[in-house]
């Protein structure tokens, strides 16, 4: 693919049809310059399987309003579509609405509300509202839930991986494994969900992180197989890169072979003034090669060296690998949580393809459109209760409880500012989805009243300063700090609350009503 081709492919035309034919249609009858409003959110957490998450982390954002910066219709994306043809042959897109799109054919008309990247986020709620002429509003659609959807998902999993590292050093090491130039939007969203570094060069280098790695068993492979060693790879390694030496020990025999040479070429590097790294271990039994590995570095002197471990780490071996170290290293005369401050893991496939749930259901749904005078609510109904839209212009807030915890998201109406209740008041919070599961909260239980959706853009112009990775990071670790123990439960988390007040509730059940009467 040539690079002029790749621009076409990732440009204004990075989209499904339906949002081309679509609007077009929306040309055609009058409509495409009416003001519309769609809510980005996902239904369900991610489920891994034997295990499943039990919030979201936030991500994707600045990337997605770089992209719309960029992306606006060009001569070659109105040749594309002329050239697009139905299966008469005749063509899909007329003269007349290629017209409009050439000169209509930017996002600057939009106005963006979104939650932060970085913040925690939970089922149903508006993660992104966006508000403009109606055609842009849906050719959006496509491009927004691909970058949205996929970085919160990494983003997620990573938060796991650091939650069940207990804090300690994470690498992202999966870009040989993630799905072509994905792995870049996979690293980023890594290192925003908890991720310290990673071994991606070129993306980390512009996002201003380090590259961290180490080197492969094909070094080691090499050197044997031109009859010179491994203790001879080691010192080549170490003579190369002697402040930065992390060896990889597993090529041959991990406790017979890999870390008695690897302490060989460590004390020489300590000799010519040199501290070394670490080592790296990669297959086998890793909770017991750690406790072998700590026990023969102490012995030689070198107690403070990490251990990195590798090879198909997620969330819940980290958590068995801890667990066995717990349970094991006494026996041994070790402290365990000494050899677990040492530990470093290197989490590739698992976390780059979030495995085990490898998409996000988020959907970006039309909840209201402007009649010239006010916002109309639009609503869709469906045969599974938890499908129906929370409809109409919205606010979404985050309640604390008197312990300073996150106690529930309520969306509301756009006009509504919840607060804390006083006195006699009450604040009545109803199940997005069942009439009979509904939470009173009187005085004294909420400390907090947080607002979620900030604004971002107006009409195409950034009216806030985004966060940094630094400050995503202190955002995800302050709002997961915030959450009961319960839902950070690696394996079955207790279901947050997302509730809807009053006023929504009402209003859903009214629009329920009126089109069960009228017919659908």
């Known amino acids: 693919m040539t690079f002029a081709q790749q621009r076409l492919a990732e440009g204004f035309l990075f989209t499904d049809l339906y949002q081309l034919t679509m609007a077009q249609l929306y040309f055609r009858t009058g409509l495409a310059e009416k003001r519309a409003q769609f809510d980005h959110f996902f239904r369900d957490l991610p489920n891994y399987g034997d295990h499943r998450a039990g919030y979201c982390v936030n991500a994707g954002l600045g990337w997605l309003l770089d992209w719309m910066k960029e992306a606006r219709v060009q001569e070659a994306d109105i040749e594309a579509l002329k050239s697009m043809r139905g299966r008469t042959g005749e063509r899909l897109f007329g003269d007349d609405f290629l017209a409009w799109l050439k000169r209509h054919g930017t996002f600057e008309c939009l106005t963006l509300r979104a939650i932060p990247e970085g913040r925690v986020v939970h089922p149903g709620v508006p993660l992104t509202v966006v ?30 991986v650091k939650e069940s590292a207990r804090g300690g050093l994470v690498l992202e090491f ?25 071994s991606n060069a070129g993306i980390s280098h512009v996002l201003g992180f380090p590259p961290k790695g180490t080197h492969a068993h094909s070094m080691v492979q090499a050197f044997v197989a ?28 991990t406790l017979h072979s890999g870390i008695p040479n690897a302490i060989t070429v460590f004390e020489e590097l300590r000799r010519k003034g040199h501290e070394p790294v670490g080592v790296r271990l990669d297959s086998g039994d890793l909770a017991y090669l750690s406790i072998q590995a700590a026990k023969l570095l102490n012995e030689a002197g070198f107690p403070d060296v990490a251990i990195v471990l590798s090879s198909n780490l997620d969330e819940l071996v980290i958590w068995q690998i801890l667990t066995q170290i717990s349970e094991e290293a006494p026996a041994y005369g070790l402290d365990p949580e000494a050899i677990i401050r040492r530990l470093v893991y290197g989490v590739g496939t698992r976390l780059i393809t979030s495995e085990g749930d490898t998409a996000l259901g988020g959907v970006y749904k039309l909840v209201s459109l402007h009649d010239g005078e006010r916002w109309q609510p639009a609503i869709k109904l469906s045969d599974s209760r938890d499908k129906v839209l929370n409809p109409g212009d919205k606010g ?48 004294g239980e909420v400390s907090r009243v947080e607002p979620l959706l900030l ?14 990775i630094p400050a995503m990071r202190e955002l995800r670790t302050r709002d997961i700090e915030a959450l009961n123990s319960g839902v950070r439960r690696l394996v079955n988390p207790h279901i947050y609350h997302v509730s809807l007040s009053e006023p929504l509730w009402t209003l859903k059940q009214e629009l329920i009503a009126s089109l069960s009467e009228n017919g659908r």
């Open 131 to 160: 508000e403009g002429p109606l055609i842009m509003a849906q050719i959006l659609e496509t491009a927004l839930l691909a970058q949205l959807n996929y970085q919160t998902l990494i983003a997620t999993k990573a938060a796991r």
């Open 174 to 198: 999966g870009v040989r494994r993630a799905h072509d130039r994905g792995a870049n939007a996979g690293t980023r969203a890594a290192l925003i969900g908890g991720a310290d570094f990673t």
């Open 455 to 468: 604004p971002v853009l107006e009409e195409g112009r950034l009216v806030r300063e985004l966060p940094d």
């Open 226 to 253: 031109l009859g010179l060693g491994e203790l001879a790879a080691f010192r080549a390694y170490a003579e190369t890169y002697p402040d930065e030496c992390v060896l990889l020990v597993d090529t041959i025999d």
């Open 396 to 443: 979404a807030w985050r309640l604390y409880d008197a312990r300073g915890n996150a106690t529930a998201d309520l969306i509301t109406l756009a006009d509504e500012t919840p607060k804390p209740p006083q006195g006699d008041e009450r604040l009545l919070l109803h199940h997005p989805s069942d009439p009979s599961r509904r939470r009173t909260l009187r005085a």
